[in-house]
């Protein structure tokens, strides 16, 4: 059987968990009890065709950002609700948000990049350097863009359950018990991380948008909306294969620059920071080692504050 990578994402005051059937997402209330959520997985995950290289990527990276908008909108929801109601999520809400922040994406970091590269293209015999100047700009947006969210105070929080998350996956991945003190002293870093995925897509469009050379501006706008999934894709299976062969020092050299931009988007999180991203991937792991039946629909749950103390 294939290793099956767990992982996740930071949400506001909690952090998300992907298992092999489902997902659970803690999140820390203010009276800081931890609301627990868990949501089966789409169905064709369990599907052979899942497994195939390339089309895996592109499925994943969409159910992932499909998963992560609508948990990020729990969260927040989560956050600012009062009693202990469920909270519900419209699909209506997790598309209108997941659209704008697609079309703010490649609106900054696709077309922006080439706008500005093609502005001085009169002075470029070369497509090769037109498309490495592009990249080098989309770069310099992409550590702007972490360094100026880094500064804003909510969002620093969610870097702080970002460093959570990473510590909780390293440790488990070490074998390592899932409690705060044995989590804290693993890395903030990890191979798989989102940030690393994004300097890769980075790299990956610079040979992928230079094989096309340059054509009229109509044909490079369009190509840098209709190729975006594939470069995400041969991204994936990059980060994928690297995670497989991260003994080889090559592939630990080409992985450097990738674990120190992930200095911009995790913080070194608090205890409770750390106790809430164990909870979520304990309450994945738990539902698999009983063997129970992926829930039908999501299942809430709240632990309450006083069984946090100590």
């Not at 952090?15 to 169905?43: F, T």
């Not at 929080?157 to 970002?162: E, G, K, T």
């Not at 992985?255 to 995790?266: D, E, I, V």
Request: aromatic share 8%; proline share 6%.
């Amino acid at each position: 059987m294939a290793r099956f990578y767990y992982g996740g994402q930071a949400v506001m005051e909690g952090v998300m968990m992907r298992g092999r059937r489902e997902i659970a997402v803690a999140v820390r209330k203010p009276d800081r009890s931890i609301v627990v959520r868990r949501e089966p997985l789409p169905k064709h995950y369990q599907s052979r065709l899942l497994q195939l290289p390339f089309f895996r990527g592109i499925v994943l990276l969409w159910d992932m950002l499909v998963i992560g908008t609508r948990m990020l909108i729990f969260s927040t929801e989560t956050v600012a609700s009062d009693g202990d109601q469920p909270v519900e999520v419209s699909g209506g809400a997790a598309g209108a948000s997941l659209f704008v922040s697609l079309c703010f994406s490649i609106g900054v970091f696709f077309i922006l990049p080439l706008m500005a590269a093609r502005s001085i293209d009169g002075f470029v015999r070369s497509s090769l350097v037109s498309n490495l100047i592009e990249g080098g700009i989309r770069l310099a947006l992409l550590i702007g863009y972490l360094a100026l969210l880094r500064r804003v105070p909510d969002i620093s929080s969610v870097f702080a359950y970002h460093g959570a998350e990473h510590k909780t996956i390293n440790a488990f991945e070490a074998g390592a018990p899932l409690d705060v003190g044995h989590v804290r002293p693993y890395s903030l870093t990890h191979v798989r991380c989102g940030t690393g995925f994004l300097l890769i897509v980075v790299v990956v469009c610079i040979f992928v948008f230079a094989a096309l050379g340059r054509p009229p501006l109509p044909l490079r706008l369009l190509s840098r909306v209709l190729l975006v999934p594939v470069v995400a894709t041969i991204a994936y299976e990059f980060v994928r294969f690297a995670a497989n062969h991260y003994g080889n020092p090559i592939v630990r050299l080409v992985l450097a620059p990738g674990l120190m931009l992930q200095g911009l988007t995790t913080r070194e999180p608090d205890d409770d920071q750390l106790d809430v991203a164990i909870v979520a991937l304990q309450a994945v792991l738990e539902s698999e080692r009983a063997a129970e039946p992926a829930p039908a629909r999501g299942i809430q749950t709240t632990i309450p504050a006083p069984a946090l103390a100590g």
